[in-house]
């Protein structure tokens, strides 16, 4: 293997399928692969994940180890039972910095445990748009100001407990109403609002910033992962960058869809960015055809030599941070609890004063999320004693649920962006005059008819937990 090849693969974040390492891995580990990305299928058990991760590292002992762990909605290691730390949403209505720093360090220091050094978190978009499908509540607000200082402490937080941060989705992905897993969005600008939180990542520190598959029309017609203009000029120049930059997840419409995975990982390399994330489903002939592509790129002049060894050099150096940082943190998990609790709003009757049935819409998964093993009304059915749990999608509502003498209970999320919620919940709603309505989502919208309503601002376990209790009035 060429040294050019060697170099371009340490540029190369995969992921791979299962539980143990998978014999094309170990060869591309050998001939100097950079990173993995850990997703849920990769993971069993704590114990478990740290053979795997320290399997891993006796291949490529340099190796960086990354993992989308935000806490609430998106997470890996607790993808079997949700989250015990709630999301950025319940954090930014909390607005307790140091609350926020507590539970990131908790979660960098459970991410530490099993061998992870890379968190691709927090996300640092400020959600402006309330259709925004893909983000909503997985910010801290939109509010910059507030956006800003809760990035800020959450990348100290994780990098207190020796795992590096990544702030994303540069330069923001919170005033889109596309989601860039299924297509390109567009924005026609850029303001500090959008900015003040990646400004407030590179001050605490940052050591990893991803890039948006977004277009920005005032700074061009490429997507921001592949534009020099948003890379070089914006991030590193104006913002003064000097750490890691990683691609979203090439395999995502934004990018296979409208350029292809090669080239796109061409052009984001020629923008400036350091680490490729292929993402979920790309696996060992994408690395071997997006290795290729560089060294062309390389050999015929449309990427810099230096530009390659600069890369390669910033991958290097996350994993040395890792491997040598002071760990000052310890699992904390009481804080998850804390301000899952802080974050809830009720307003009018909440307390049950009989057994519940709990009635679970079910909109559209998330594909950041993707689904997990339990949903939201398992976690609050099992919560509550005596309850029963009925669950519907779109298209499939039976508003006429026999309610037995049970005190009706409606989940919904992000009503404000599904009609068909709406009008669920107002039928249902209709029927009886003491129901609750629970909000997982962005509480944009209120019912009319329910007795009472409870915003958690997440839809972790840790979130419904936290209402269960004001339900059963523990709390």
């Known amino acids: 293997m060429s040294e050019l090849e060697r170099l371009a693969s340490s540029c190369i974040f995969p992921g791979f399928e299962g539980q143990t ?30 053979s795997l991760t320290d399997d891993l590292r006796s291949e490529q002992p340099d190796l960086v180890i990354a993992i989308d762990e935000e806490g609430g909605d ?8 949700g ?16 609350l926020t720093e507590r539970v990131a360090a908790s979660l960098g220091t459970e991410l530490a445990e099993v061998g992870v050094n890379l968190d691709f978190a927090p996300v640092a978009d400020v959600n402006t748009n309330p259709q925004n499908p893909v983000i909503g509540i997985r910010s ?15 990348v100290r937080g ?13 330069p923001g992905h919170g ?43 005032s700074l061009g017609d490429a997507p921001a992962t592949m534009s020099r203009e948003i890379l070089h000029d914006l991030l590193r120049g104006e913002l003064g960058y000097t750490g890691m930059v990683v ?73 040395s941070w890792a491997a040598s940082a002071a760990r000052m943190s310890h699992v904390d998990r009481a804080a998850g609890r804390a301000a899952a609790q802080r974050a809830l709003q009720c307003e009018g009757e909440v307390r049950l004063d009989r057994s519940a049935l709990v009635v679970e819409l079910v909109p559209e998964v998330g594909m950041a999320a993707g689904r997990l093993s339990q949903l939201p009304g398992e976690w609050l059915g099992s919560a509550l004693s005596d309850a029963d749990v009925r669950r519907f ?37 209709a029927r009886v005059p003491d129901a609750i309505v629970i909000e997982i989502g962005i509480p944009y919208w209120r019912p009319s008819a329910a007795a009472g309503y409870v915003a958690t601002h997440g839809a972790a376990r840790v979130n419904v937990e936290a209402a269960a209790g004001v339900l059963a009035g523990k709390s």
């Open 247 to 319: 691609t979203d997840a090439l395999e995502m419409k934004a990018i296979s869809a409208t350029f292809g995975v090669e080239e796109g990982a061409v052009r984001s390399f020629a923008a400036d960015a350091d680490a490729l994330c292929l993402g979920h489903d790309l696996f060992d002939e994408s690395v071997v055809s997006v290795r290729d592509a560089l060294v062309d790129a390389v050999r015929t002049g449309l990427i810099a030599e230096q530009r390659l060894r600069e890369a390669a050099g910033r991958v290097a150096d996350i994993a």
């Open 175 to 217: 005033d889109t109403s596309e989601d860039s897993h299924l297509a390109l969005p567009t924005v026609d600008g850029l303001d500090e609002v959008a900015l003040a939180p990646f400004r407030a990542a590179i001050d605490a520190g940052a050591r990893s910033i991803m890039t948006a598959h977004i277009v920005v029309r």
């Open 21 to 50: 390492v998978p014999d094309w891995l170990r060869r591309r580990l050998a001939e100097g692969l950079g990173g993995v990305v850990l997703y849920a299928w990769n993971v069993e058990s704590r114990k478990q994940l740290r």
């Open 393 to 429: 999608d779109e298209g499939n509502v039976d508003t006429d649920v026999g309610l037995d003498g049970r005190q009706l209970v409606v989940i919904a999320r992000d009503a404000h962006r599904h009609a068909w919620e709406r009008d669920a919940v107002d039928a249902l709603t």
């Open 74 to 81: 998106v997470t890996r290691l607790e993808a079997g039972t």
């Open 140 to 154: 801290f607000g939109s509010d910059g100001e507030l956006v800003a200082r809760h990035v800020g402490a959450f």
């Open 158 to 170: 994780l990098q207190h407990a020796g795992v590096a941060a990544c702030a994303k989705h540069f």
């Open 83 to 98: 989250s015990s730390y709630p999301g950025n949403g319940a954090l930014g209505v909390v607005d307790d910095v140091e």
